[in-house]
Nanobody, 124 residues
């Protein structure tokens, strides 16, 4: 098993930046592909980005390309989400997730473990 702790959320003005972190503990972090998702009340959890076990094949939701960057540091057991030029519609709870296996996916049901979530609020 792996335990995930999300952090780095907060209140930011539109156009600003935040970097989310997800620290993993438990089984070897490099055994897991990782993803970020977000959710607003009343809506389904939405795919944001995903990355393979080795940092390869970063994929993003189409609406987020060019603004968000996913990365990972296997030595630190951490995955990051750099969010730039934030918009009010980016307001959500952001969750990191781990998928047992080397190659990640975009569907939340493919993931096995979840962080507790971190709130991101973007004001106009």
């Amino acid at each position: 098993q792996v335990q995930l702790v999300d952090s780095g959320g907060g209140l930011v003005q539109a156009g600003g930046s935040l970097r989310l972190s997800c620290a993993a503990s438990g089984r070897s972090f490099s055994n897991y592909a990782m993803g970020w998702f977000r959710q607003v009340p009343g809506k389904e959890r939405e795919f944001v980005a995903r990355i393979w076990w080795n940092g390869g094949s970063a994929v993003y939701a189409n609406s987020l390309k060019g603004r968000f960057i996913i990365s990972r540091d296997n030595a630190k057991h951490t995955v990051y989400l750099q969010m730039n030029n934030l918009k009010t519609e980016d307001t959500a709870v952001y969750y990191c997730a781990a998928k047992d296996g080397l190659y990640s996916a975009t569907a939340p049901e493919e993931y096995d473990y979840w962080g507790q979530g971190t709130q991101v609020t973007v004001s106009s």
